[in-house]
């Protein structure tokens, strides 16, 4: 394991602590982590299940497959039978881990790119390339190619045209496309569709993931709650993988997910106080000599005003504002700031006071 890179946040240590220094305290738009409350139903549907003391189902209860699969028909145009949703402890591990369970020797993954991406291709020993291009990657085979939209860390949507070409592309060569769908439900001026969908998919799930998470719907970032789902052969295959490991959600984290899937009132209450820190906190920066680039979805504005990365990284924490720098992302961000508008309504008020 000695091949894996250093944990990148760790450098960021320095210009936290500069940050936290500023009188008013830092404004951390770094992460991303959730900051608002978890739903009220949520935790009720947690308290219920808490005396849950035999050992829950690899596969999940019926109740959170159908829950899942239902808002995937309700919400995104997409039906999957609920036996092919596979419960995950968060999309992370799953991510890290989905090379070592198909035996993929060879990974793509976008330019600009969650850093777990390449993460998983070094664990399962596989060669992992970054490229947005799939036409010039050569002859070579490819086992997973994974799309992300909208992306982390820019925002960008994939339109139904351009996921149907990788589609066709990775079926010609029999590769899967795990496409990373976390923020699906956060578009602003575009809507994102998933790779699921008939207009992507001509109806076949075949060779075909879709990932999704309930940490940025429904702050549930800290029960670990996430699904995975798409072509019913390799759904199960994962699922026999996941029960000899023992990758396990907890019962009563099973139910805080049906009860969040099956309820939308507090998904969009969610969306409209991120779409009102967003509208506060990217003319701000404009104003304040960033350019905002793609960050047409999801929780960040992916920005820069020339300079390399960590420079304006260190320009914004002298404010007492932390943000990520782009090279943590890939070498084609060496020039941007990955910003988050996960902070609450008062710290991004104290960031737009600080930006002018």
Known sequence: MNN?????????VPYKERAAA????????????????????????????????????????????????????????????????????????????LPTYLGAKRVVFPELAYPTYDVGARLAGADGTAADGLLALGPEPVDLVWVNSPGNPTGKVLP??????????????????????CYIELGWE?????????????????????????????????????????DPALIGRLLELRKHAG????????AAMAAAFADDEHAEAQRELYAARRAMLRPALEKAGWRVD???????????NGEPAWEQVGRLSENGILVAPGEFYGSAGERHVRIAITATDERIDAAVRRLQ
């Not at 139904?160 to 769908?181: F, M, N, Q």
């Not at 793609?294 to 820069?304: D, I, K, Q």
């Open 160 to 181: 139904a045209e351009h996921l149907r070409k990788v589609v066709a592309w990775a079926r010609e060569r029999g590769a899967v496309v795990a496409s990373d769908e």
């Open 4 to 12: 894996l890179p250093d944990f990148p946040w760790d450098r960021l």
């Open 22 to 97: 500023h009188p008013d305290g830092i404004v951390d738009l770094s992460v991303g982590t959730p900051v608002d409350s978890v739903p009220p139903l949520v935790r009720a549907a947690l308290i219920e299940a808490a005396d849950s003391p035999g050992y829950p189902l690899t596969h999940g209860t019926k109740a959170l497959r159908e829950a899942a699969s239902g808002w995937l028909a309700r919400r995104h145009g997409v039906h999957v039978d609920q036996r092919d949703v596979l419960p995950l402890i968060g999309s992370k591990e799953f991510v890290a881990w």
């Open 294 to 304: 793609h960050s047409t979805a999801g929780l960040y504005l992916w920005a820069t």
């Open 247 to 254: 990758m396990l959600m907890p019962q009563p984290v099973q």
């Open 190 to 230: 575009e809507k994102p569709v998933s790779i699921l969908h008939p207009d992507v998919c001509e109806g076949s799930h075949e060779g075909l993931l879709a990932v999704h998470s309930l940490s940025k719907r429904s702050n549930l970032a800290g029960y670990r709650a996430g699904f995975v789902t798409g």
